[in-house]
């Protein structure tokens, strides 16, 4: 008895229901599933590798294969039910034991709904813990349904996958087009079990196909599944728009201008960095800030070594969704309690826009400490931060990591290792706010195929080399310490928007550092200021701010001799002055830097950001992705006016109007007389079979047959049955056919009207 029999469900070995790796349908699964399966490979790769993945998935696949000869449908259901919970169970245990209690249904339900609405995957905390749980489910019952050639079914599961992905914002342009082509594909060609019909129905399966790019690359699943930014920004992209927010990721972006509008006021007995966020997870192209956001319970705990108090009072000069404050914020007041939250990293952020005029204080606790005490610090980190903070995908590559070891290999302690990959990062590279997005990886391509960039590139970079070399870091962002128009007041502007380095010391704590060049930033900023004032922008000054006004990092920055160092340093200000006395600026060109706050002279807040490579050349290409679409809806196009008979009625029509190039006589007029036949059809009736031309028209003329239609009937019997015509007389045939299709055809009497 064979399995179809045995089963009652179809699918068995042998005959027409065997399982055949030829099947063209079994193409369009593999594609969707190596479509949602890219999605989980770059979580773990992120997290520190697949390979781990990959043998799972590999077992699940051959599991799946040899069960699908013989195993029941429900019993294969159960199976995977069976799968998934204890791939569920076994990431359950991997949380640590503290945060076993909050795995409550209300929280699980919670988190589930989180991620369809747009957390990503990568936010979890067990992010590749996760992906390994989940994944061996859908596959093993999307390719055992195909294996059974259940075809549809099999791309429910698949496509469930991949949507889930969608909706988490995981899945990109690509991945998604690719997973809709794998799916649309193997439900078009399981429905064609005849293949002498494949030809005959590709046109619409092609149109099917076009369709299914064109929508899910032009529709939004999920509108507003990301938070929104701190400021609503439009038009080309701002260093702030790209960096401050209360986000869960940074994107890396290509060129980017300053904005020189005042976002907030603060009063401070202290200048800092105004941290808005960190992040702890790098990609390869950008950072998401992982872990779940807790309430905030009315004050949080200060670093763990000695520290000093700074309270800030922010005034808000436009709507603002990011608190920002000195590290490390304890305590805010001024806003309900029930709207805060603390992130993972520490960092408070508020669900509610602050609006303009509005203001709140932070007391923050700012870590103390001398050089000498975070070289003598050791490497004794606590597990949650050697967890957290020393990740690198798999992917990244040696020269990387060689690079790193080259600069800081040969220091003894992490505080050297920072110093000495912060005085290369700041020497090596130009800083420029107009570059090419690489493509890649960020921090390999700055490091060997770029000569310029912004802070993201150099924050990126440190962090990477640093991890590298066993030493906790943290990509962090928010706004330097503004123009001080006061003794404890400062005006912080877009355009002081950052992103620098936190490393972590035992018995300190976190400890920013800054790799980008600091002189050439303040240039850029400066000039792209003093550009808005001469345009008279709004909102660039406050009463309090004038361009005589001193500036920070002009007399106000003071630089600290080398006798100096091992006297207590806490801010960002401080240690960046220190910095910047050892750097090599003559590696800096302050013309292009000029050039690149300014536009070239332009207004850089109305005028578009261009790359390097963009005065006099060629236009940049689109995306492939774009290039990609386009395609699909010019096939699309093509299959759908193939399917309609658009195709057969524009040819026919340009056929009838258009006698084309000339031939011989004997051929023009046969062509001509075959133009006046469809005509004659079209007005009268078709020539029947076995009536002759002659005969054709001679019926045709008893219910008025124009003349001139006769005259081309016997130029045609001469050119086809008798001695044949003279180049005259064809071009006469050819004249009168046009005559009567201008005057008798609807569509050309419209056009010629």
């Not at 204890?86 to 209300?106: D, H, I, K, M, Q």
């Not at 709904?113 to 995957?121: E, I, M, P």
């Not at 807040?605 to 050349?617: E, I, L, M």
């Not at 009268?684 to 003329?701: D, G, I, V, W």
């Amino acid at each position: 008895m064979t399995a179809v029999s045995r089963d009652g469900e179809g699918g068995g070995v042998g005959g027409e229901s065997g399982f055949d790796l030829r099947q063209p349908a079994l193409l369009g699964v593999v594609a969707l599933t190596l479509s949602y399966l890219s999605v989980l490979y770059h979580v773990t790769d992120v997290v520190g590798g697949s390979t781990t993945l990959l043998l799972v998935v590999g077992a699940t696949l051959a599991l799946a294969t040899v069960l699908g000869r013989f195993l029941r449908v429900r019993s294969a259901l159960v199976l995977t039910a069976l799968i998934l919970g204890g791939g569920l169970a076994a990431y359950f245990f991997s949380v640590p034991a503290s945060n076993r209690a909050l795995f409550t249904v209300e929280r699980v339900v919670s988190d589930t709904v989180a991620l369809l609405t747009g957390l990503s995957v990568l936010r979890l905390t067990k992010a590749g813990t996760w992906a390994l749980a989940i994944a061996p489910g859908p596959v093993f019952l999307s390719w055992y349904l195909a294996v059974r050639r259940k075809y549809v079914w099999s791309v429910v599961v698949g496509g469930g996958a991949l949507v889930f992905f969608v909706l988490t914002g995981d899945a990109g342009t690509t991945t998604t087009l690719f997973g809709v082509v794998g799916a649309a594909a193997a439900v078009g060609l399981a429905t064609l079990g005849d293949r002498s019909a494949w030809a005959a129905q590709l046109d619409t399966l092609a149109l099917v196909l076009a369709a299914m790019v064109v929508l899910s690359a032009t529709l939004s699943v999920v509108p507003g599944g990301a938070a929104q930014p701190l400021l609503q920004d439009r038009g080309s992209p701002t260093v702030e728009s790209s960096l401050v927010s209360s986000n869960d990721q940074v994107n890396i972006l290509g060129s980017i201008r300053l904005s020189p509008e005042v976002r907030f006021e603060v009063r401070s007995d202290s200048r800092e960095y105004w941290q808005t966020a960190a992040y702890d997870r790098y990609t390869g192209d950008g950072w998401v800030r992982s872990g779940e956001d807790e309430a905030y319970s009315g004050r949080l705990g200060g670093p763990p070594g000695s520290s000093r108090t700074v309270v800030q009072n922010v005034e808000a000069k436009t709507q603002m969704s990011a608190l920002p404050a000195a590290w490390r914020p304890v305590k805010v007041d001024g806003i309900s309690e029930s709207s805060l939250r603390v992130t993972h990293q520490g960092s408070v952020v508020t669900t509610e826009t602050l609006e303009t005029n509005d203001s709140f204080q932070v007391r923050s606790e700012v870590p103390r400490y001398t050089r000498e005490q975070l070289r003598r610090s050791g490497d004794d980190y606590p597990d949650r931060v050697a967890e957290n903070y020393l990740q690198l995908p798999g992917t990244t590559s040696d020269r990387v990591r060689e690079q790193a070891a080259e600069i800081a290999g040969n220091e003894t302690n992490a505080y050297d290792k920072a110093r000495a990959i912060e005085r290369y990062l700041e020497s090596s590279k130009e800083y420029s706010l107009t570059v090419q997005r690489p493509d890649g990886d960020i921090t390999e391509s700055f490091l060997f195929e770029m000569d310029a960039g912004y802070c993201t590139y150099y924050a990126t970079s440190m962090v990477v080399m640093l991890r590298s070399q066993g030493v906790p870091a943290r990509f962090v962002t928010g706004y330097t310490s503004g123009q001080q128009v006061a003794d404890d007041k400062y005006v912080v502007r877009g355009l002081d928007s950052h992103a620098w380095v936190q490393i972590y010391f035992p018995e300190v704590g976190w400890v920013d550092f800054d790799p980008t060049p600091g002189d050439a930033r303040e240039n850029a900023e400066n000039a792209r200021l003093e550009e808005a004032r001469q345009n008279q922008a709004e909102g660039v000054d406050t009463d309090e701010t004038t361009p005589e006004t001193p500036t920070p990092g002009e007399e106000d920055t003071e630089t600290p001799t080398p006798g100096e160092e091992d006297t207590e340093t806490s801010t960002p200000g401080e240690e960046n002055a220190t910095n910047q006395s050892t750097t090599n600026r003559s590696t800096l060109n302050p013309n292009r830097i000029l050039s690149d706050a300014a536009g070239g002279g332009s207004s850089a807040a109305t005028s578009p950001v261009t790359t390097p490579d963009s005065s006099g050349g060629l236009p940049s290409l689109p995306s492939r992705e774009t290039l990609g679409v386009g395609l699909a809806l010019m096939v699309g196009l093509a299959a759908g006016a193939r399917r309609t008979g658009a195709t057969t009625r524009v040819a026919r029509f340009v056929w009838m109007y258009y006698q084309g190039a000339r031939r011989d006589p004997t051929t023009d007029t046969e062509r001509a007389f075959g133009r006046l036949e469809y005509l004659l059809e079209r007005q009268y009736r078709p020539r029947r079979p076995r009536e002759t031309p002659r005969s054709y028209l001679t019926a045709l003329s008893k219910v008025g047959l124009d003349e001139r239609a006769t005259e081309v009937g016997r130029l045609y019997e001469r050119a086809h049955y008798g001695p044949g015509v003279s180049r005259d007389e064809a071009d006469r045939a050819i004249e009168l056919v046009d005559e009567l299709v201008r005057e008798q055809l609807p569509v050309v009497g419209r056009r010629r009207n």
